[in-house]
Antibody
């Protein structure tokens, strides 16, 4: 069974940093790209970042230069480093698995990031 | 960036009615369009892949159609458990994008 378990969310001050983790199990992790999608309170879904199985990352313009995606295939884990956070980054951050670099067939339960002083 | 525009934003529907949600892309995306359902306090769930392909375990009352720039999600004979937000998503071009969502309420 595919499982994705996010962690690392919490309350952080504006300008601060946080590292999110997503531990994957139940599939051949290194063979899949991985993605982060976020959802601000009461709002819709926003694609944030994706990383190929080889480690090449892509970003939404809204986070480019501030967020960094990475993965450790030996630990079956994908990370999202969040820097220079603002209130607009407050959201639930979901880890999702893209099937064949297309649709997201599995999602984690999400981890909440709150940026506030 | 490809913009996906869903309509309507909100729909209040009686059980057993049919529901149609549209998603229009700002440029052609072929069939690289997928639909998700999100119930309150839950993660999104894949409903339809590649515009019209069904997903194992998803009730047959959910169907999708379209290609290029215009897409439709249809829910036939709505059930109470279908109360949720529905999102389209394009995976053909980076950055990937979602529609703004359509909330379906049961009357």
């Amino acid at each position: 069974e595919v499982q994705l378990l996010e962690s690392g969310g919490g309350l952080v001050q504006p300008g601060g940093s946080l590292r999110l983790s997503c531990a994957a199990s139940g599939f051949s992790f290194s063979s899949y790209a991985m993605t982060w999608v976020r959802q601000a309170p009461g709002k819709g879904l926003e694609w944030v970042s994706g990383i190929t199985g080889f480690g090449s990352g892509h970003y939404a313009d809204s986070v480019k230069g501030r967020f960094t995606i990475s993965r450790d295939n030996s630990k079956n884990t994908v990370y999202l480093q969040l820097n220079s956070l603002t209130a607009e980054d407050t959201a639930i951050y979901y880890c999702a698995r893209p099937y064949s670099n297309s649709y997201f067939d599995h999602w984690g339960q999400g981890t909440l990031v709150t940026v506030s002083s | 960036e490809i913009v996906l525009t869903q309509s309507p934003d909100f729909q209040s529907v009686t059980p057993k009615e049919n529901v149609t949600i549209t998603c229009r892309a700002s440029q052609s995306i072929g069939a690289n369009l997928h639909w998700y359902q999100q119930k309150p306090d839950q993660s999104p769930k894949l409903l339809i892949k590649y515009a019209s392909q069904s997903i194992s375990g998803v009730p047959s009352r959910f169907s999708g159609s379209g290609s290029g720039t215009d897409f439709t999600l249809t829910i036939n004979s709505l059930e109470a458990e279908d109360a949720a937000a529905y999102y389209c998503h394009q995976s053909g071009t980076l950055p990937q994008t979602f529609g703004q969502g359509t909330k379906v309420e049961i009357k």
